[in-house]
C-alpha cells in the first residue's frame, strides 16, 4: 500500500472505503486541508449516518480503493520510530567519543539528554500498550458476541424458527465478521508483544 496525494483523494469522493482488516466502513464525503492546502482529514459516513474523520497519515491507497489504519497502529508505529531515533543518537555518539571526535564531557551530557529522552519515551510505551490492551478486550467482547449468536442461530435452525436460507445468510455474516476480528486480534496481539519486548529491551 502507498500513501496517497490530495488530488488523488478528490477521484474518490463518494466511493466506498475499507479498514485495512477488510471491514466496510462507508462512502467518503469530503475532505479537510490545512492552512497549507495539504490534505488533513478525509471524512467518512459510516452505515449508521454517523460521520467520522480520519487524519491523512492514517489513509491508503491499495491497487484503486482508499484504505484506512486504525488510529492505535499509528501511535505504535510513531512511539517505535521515535524510540529508534533516540537509539541512533546515542549509538552515534558512543561512536564520536570512540573516534575522539567529541570530548568525553561532551559525550556524557549528550547521552544523559538522549537516555533522558528514552526513558521518557519508555512512559509513552506503557501507555500505547495499555491503550492497545483496552482495544483487545474489546475485541475479545465482540468475538464472545459472535460465537453466542452463532450457537443461537445454530439451535434456532435445528428447531425449525429459523429457514435454511436464512441461516446461511446470518453465518455467512457471522463468519465474515469474526475473521475481521481474528485479524485485528492478530494484529494488536503481535504489536503488544513488539512494544512490550522494546520497552523491556533499553
Sequence with gaps: MQSISDMEIKHFLGKNTNDIYGRYLGPIVSISKNSNDDLEFLHVDLK????????????????????????????????????????????????????????RDIYEGLKLNQSSAINSLKGKYTESIDHLKKRLNELKIQINDFSSFLVEMRAGKTNGKIQDDDYKKALKSIEQNLNYLFFE??????????????????
Aim: aromatic letters at 6%; proline letters at 1%; hydrophobic letters at 35%.
Design 48 to 103: 449508521n449516518g454517523h460521520l467520522v474523520k480520519y487524519s491523512a497519515e492514517q489513509i491508503m491507497m491499495d491497487q484503486d480503493k482508499i484504505v484506512i489504519i486504525p488510529t492505535w497502529r499509528i501511535k505504535a508505529e510513531k512511539i517505535k520510530k521515535e524510540m529508534n531515533q533516540a537509539q541512533k543518537r546515542i549509538y552515534a555518539l558512543e561512536e564520536m567519543l570512540e573516534k575522539e571526535e567529541i570530548s
Design 185 to 202: 486480534k492478530q494484529d494488536l496481539e503481535n504489536y503488544i508483544v513488539d512494544l512490550e519486548s522494546e520497552k523491556n529491551k533499553n
